[in-house]
């Protein structure tokens, strides 16, 4: 009524049922006019009922609240409901004639809440590739730094595992927001790689080979300097103790593995996998020119002219002058 919410109770006349005992005397009117005591249609016994009825989407529902231990993580007790309970009462055939279980509450925004998290992750990845490829002006080069990535997120899960050796930390949502902060952070270190190469390799005009270990000499400083910076950031964030530290504690941990597992294998896996790309473009490049000068070779020889010198057609001019005077 006008928003508000209005609890209602049933109640009968106290001239038919005063006490629960005189219920089985009520008197029911059957179809031929009779009146017969209601313990003659029906038995009457007291048991327990529910105490109110909800609805879900009209229907009615019946909430059981199960609480899991703090040991067990929320996903792991999502996975026990749903094989031991449900899946043993559809295969019974309990639940048929319209019955259904649904998990809600907390489950079902940990359930949202990790495929949303998964678009997120692809979105950044995807939107970190094509803004690397607008920057270097080619489709292959970003593929390079963007490799790095998988490799980030296997530090992070390790900096997790270890965390969890010395205190427990579960994988909760702030925790996964770590992993879509690594796709920003360990792009970094490879983008200096591959731009420096590139610099040696057009401006410099270097061999591949050369250009890339040059680029890695070059910037194995810096490297090491942002890296040792973003460490030391972080080690407090994970090691320091204090009120609400359990909060960023696994993102810490998460984004502190990511980088230096990155770094330590970006110098060498990234260095191979661009003189590979370089080399595969040099080699498909030449071979498309070739096939080009291979079609200039085969013209005549009486086809090509050649074009004289200045010095020679300055000379014929002042004889043909000296000639006509």
Not at 203 to 212: E, F, H, L, N, W
Not at 281 to 309: C, I, M, Y
């Amino acid at each position: 009524t006008g928003g508000d919410k209005i609890d209602l109770r049933i109640v009968g006349e106290e001239q038919y049922a005063k006490s629960s005992q005189s219920l089985a005397s009520l008197p029911v009117a059957t179809p031929t006019g009779q009146l017969v005591p209601l313990e003659a249609v029906a038995n009457v016994a007291i048991a327990s009922g529910p105490e109110q009825i909800n609805h879900r989407t009209r229907q009615r529902a019946i909430t059981l609240q199960v609480t899991p231990p703090a040991n067990i993580p929320l996903e792991a007790a999502m996975n026990a409901i749903q094989k031991e309970v449900i899946e043993k009462m559809q295969a019974s055939g309990q639940l048929e004639g319209g019955y259904g279980i649904t998990l809600a509450g907390t489950a079902d925004k940990l359930r949202s809440t990790w495929e949303s998290l998964w678009r997120n992750l692809v979105l950044a990845v995807v939107i970190t590739y094509l803004l690397m490829a607008a920057t270097f002006e080619s489709w292959v080069y970003p593929f390079v730094v963007i490799m790095t990535v998988p490799i980030g997120a296997v530090g992070g899960l390790a900096g997790l595992w270890l965390l969890n050796l010395w205190t427990p930390q579960t994988l909760d949502v702030l925790t996964m927001l770590g992993f879509i902060m690594l796709v920003g952070t360990v792009v970094n270190n490879p983008i200096l790689i591959v731009e420096q190469s590139l610099i040696h390799l057009h401006d410099d005009g270097m061999p591949v080979g050369q250009a890339v270990i040059e680029s890695v000499r070059t910037r194995i400083r810096p490297i090491f300097m942002t890296t040792l910076g973003g460490l030391v950031g972080l080690l407090p964030l994970v090691l320091a103790p204090g009120a609400g530290s359990e909060l960023y504690r696994g993102i810490g941990a998460v984004l502190l593995g990511g980088l230096l597992v990155s770094t330590v294998v970006t110098l060498v896996f990234v260095p191979c996998l661009l003189s590979l790309m370089m080399e595969f473009r040099e080699w498909l490049l030449s071979t498309v020119f070739g096939r080009r000068r291979t079609v200039l070779d085969a013209v005549p020889e009486a086809q090509l002219v050649e074009e004289p010198d200045t010095e020679e057609m300055e000379e014929i001019a002042v004889e043909a002058k000296r000639a006509r005077l």
